[in-house]
T-cell receptor, first 110, second 112 residues
Framework: GQQLNQSPQSMFIQEGEDVSMNCTSS?????WLWYKQDPGEGPVLLIA?????ELTSNGRLTAQFGITRKDSFLNISASIPSDVGIYFC??????????FGAGTTVTVRA | DAGVIQSPRHEVTEMGQEVTLRCKPISGHDYLFWYRQTMMRGLELLIY????????DSGMPEDRFSAKMPNASFSTLKIQPSEPRDSAVYFC??????????FGQGTRLTVV
């Protein structure tokens, strides 16, 4: 499948901070999805984006579908301890197969 | 809604044994996906079904892997014979339209 480059690979957050992560691809996608995975659990869908340029919010989360259709970003505002986990981007071209990024691991700064 | 239900949550088996993983998708979802997650390769799609029919099994690693969906509320992923390199977390996911997939809690498989 298409390769997605997700960055950063990991990040530390302090409560109250805004954090940002992104995903890029050499191929275009029709749909971008963002998931969060907690230890021992399956990925949980956070936000789905269907149109180039679309900006969508879900509570403190905001995600955008890049104009070129080859990238997307996810912002978390005013982070809280339960935001820790692994965030995955996923792209879909139209055959219902999702290509996943390698994930961004978010941990709390000690 | 109970979400996607997978069983067992954990499975430890000896090399060469048959392993069967089970999945109950969300009621009304027409698409069912099987994924495998490993540290090395991340999340990989193995196979997906639409209305109980296998559509794309190009991700199935070998003939040792097979998947069935006898009805809209049940699917199995079978590995026979199992090998240590099959150790991974296997996820089932379902979707109403194919785009937004909802994942189960996964089955952690360890083959010794």
């Amino acid at each position: 499948g298409q390769q997605l480059n997700q960055s950063p690979q990991s990040m530390f957050i302090q409560e109250g901070e805004d954090v940002s992560m992104n995903c890029t691809s050499s191929s275009i996608f029709n749909t971008w999805l963002w998931y969060k995975q907690d230890p021992g659990e399956g990925p949980v869908l956070l936000i789905a984006l269907y149109k180039a340029g679309e900006l969508t919010s879900n509570g403190r989360l905001t995600a955008q579908f890049g104009i070129t259709r080859k990238d997307s970003f996810l912002n978390i505002s005013a982070s809280i301890p339960s935001d820790v986990g692994i965030y995955f981007c996923a792209g879909q071209l139209g055959d219902y197969k999702l290509s996943f990024g390698a994930g961004t691991t978010v941990t709390v700064r000690a | 809604d109970a979400g996607v239900i997978q069983s067992p949550r954990h499975e430890v088996t000896e090399m060469g044994q048959e392993v069967t993983l089970r999945c109950k998708p969300i009621s009304g979802h027409d698409y069912l996906f099987w994924y495998r997650q490993t540290m090395m390769r991340g999340l990989e799609l193995l196979i997906y079904f639409n209305n109980n029919v296998p559509i794309d099994d190009s991700g199935m690693p070998e003939d040792r892997f097979s998947a069935k969906m006898p009805n809209a509320s049940f699917s199995t992923l079978k590995i026979q014979p199992s090998e240590p390199r099959d150790s991974a977390v296997y996820f089932c996911a379902s979707s109403p339209q194919g785009a937004e997939a909802f994942f189960g809690q996964g089955t952690r498989l360890t083959v010794v």
